[in-house]
């Protein structure tokens, strides 16, 4: 199984100011990746997926860059409906993993 | 417009069993990967099941193999999630996720059904 860890576990980002949140894979996941964000009380929502593709309705504030191991989502210019948990998962081999999380709070 | 409704959730006892379904509509229910991924509370996402592509091949993560089952209604345009011999530490809530064609990632969510495994 391919163990997915974030860094860092919490974030604390001023509004307007950029925020980078990391993702490792224990080996190889090419640009199998995706990442999500989720707000308290709801479901997961997809941002990116193939490491760097942002998915429908994304603004493109939103950026992930990487491959392999070691892989990074970007968010530009936090605004304050960004304010949430962040998922990165891979789907390079079954099981598909998730790591543990960060969370992106108000400074 | 793409949905899915999941129902089933419920207190169970430990060693007792439910049944999930995911009314999914919006989309050619055949001619994708449906899934179920689960949150504990509190915690984070773990991937569950998989019922797979037009052979309907089906995965199952090591913590449930052996005691859950998927399987689907082209028919009905509906997954199931047949879980047997419950633990408490299957108590989470249960997502319905529809996948990218050909892409392991999620793009669309039900909005979680609930079950607790408790005595």
């Known amino acids: 199984e391919i163990v997915m860890t974030q860094s860092p576990a919490t974030l604390s980002v001023s509004p307007g100011e950029r925020a980078t949140l990391s993702c490792r894979a224990s080996?190889?996941?090419?640009?199998?990746l995706a990442w999500y964000q989720q707000k308290p009380g709801q479901a997961p929502r997809l941002l990116i997926y193939?490491?760097?593709t942002r998915a429908n309705g994304i603004p493109v504030r939103f950026s992930g860059s990487g491959s392999g191991t070691e892989l990074t989502l970007t968010i530009s210019s936090l605004q304050s409906e960004d304010f949430a948990i962040y998922y990165c998962?891979?789907?390079?081999?079954?099981?598909?993993?998730f790591g543990p999380g960060t969370k992106v709070e108000i400074k | 417009e793409v949905q899915l409704l999941e129902s089933g959730g419920a207190l169970v006892q430990p060693g007792g069993s439910l049944r999930l379904s995911c009314a999914a509509s919006?989309?050619?229910?055949?001619?994708?990967?449906m899934n179920w991924i689960r949150q504990a509370p509190g915690m984070g996402l773990e991937w569950v099941s998989t019922?797979?592509?037009?052979?309907?091949?089906?995965y199952y993560a090591d913590s449930v193999k052996g005691r859950f089952t998927v399987s689907g209604d082209n028919s009905k345009n509906t997954l199931y999630l047949q879980m047997n011999n419950l633990r408490a530490e299957d108590t989470a809530v249960y997502y319905c996720?529809?996948?990218?064609?050909?892409?392991?990632?999620?793009?669309?969510w039900g909005q979680g059904t609930l079950v607790t495994v408790s005595s």
């Open positions: 080996q190889s996941v090419s640009s199998n």
């Open positions: 998962q891979q789907y390079k081999n079954w099981p598909w993993t």
């Open positions: 919006g989309f050619t229910f055949s001619n994708y990967a």
């Open positions: 019922f797979s592509g037009r052979g309907r091949s089906t």
């Open positions: 996720a529809k996948v990218l064609a050909g892409i392991a990632a999620v793009d669309y």
């Open positions: 193939g490491a760097s």
